[in-house]
């Protein structure tokens, strides 16, 4: 299978989701929106069976027109285990992002990157 990059740009893949969905309760950092950059900062809480099991401070970066977003893990509280907190938050972006390959997003593919506290979201078209 042949991949091209899906751009963030209003034309390719939509940035609503990610402000208002994904990213929505997150705070604008101060240089959200600047020169092409989109930086969002909040605390991500994993609900398991209507439960919320742990948090952590999250900060979301992307560029216009680049296929990637890099979601990095800054904190969390001092009573949680961090690598089993870093674990669930980023299963739980993975699941959540994972979920837009679907009809409404046809050809849509989704990979995954991580590395220690970072987690890199990118975006590919399958070509044919």
């Not at 209003?10 to 600047?34: I, S, T, Y």
């Not at 209507?50 to 027109?65: Q, T």
């Not at 680049?66 to 969390?76: E, F, G, K, Q």
């Not at 669930?88 to 979920?99: T, V």
Request: aromatic share 12%; hydrophobic share 35%.
């Amino acid at each position: 299978m042949e991949k091209v990059k899906a751009p963030i740009d209003n034309k390719n893949l939509m940035e609503d989701p990610f402000e208002d969905e994904v990213f929505g309760d997150f705070d604008a950092a101060h240089d959200h929106r600047k020169r092409g950059m989109r930086h969002l900062i909040g605390r991500k809480t994993v609900i398991e069976d209507g439960v919320e099991c742990e948090s952590g401070l999250v900060d979301a970066r992307w560029k216009w027109g680049d296929n990637c977003v890099t979601i990095t893990l800054l904190a969390v509280p001092g009573t949680e285990d961090w690598e089993d907190t870093r674990r669930r938050i980023f299963d739980s972006y993975k699941q959540e992002f994972k979920a837009w390959e679907c009809p409404d997003n046809e050809r849509l593919v989704v990979e995954f990157y991580e590395l220690q506290d970072k987690l890199n979201v990118i975006f590919y078209f399958e070509c044919d």
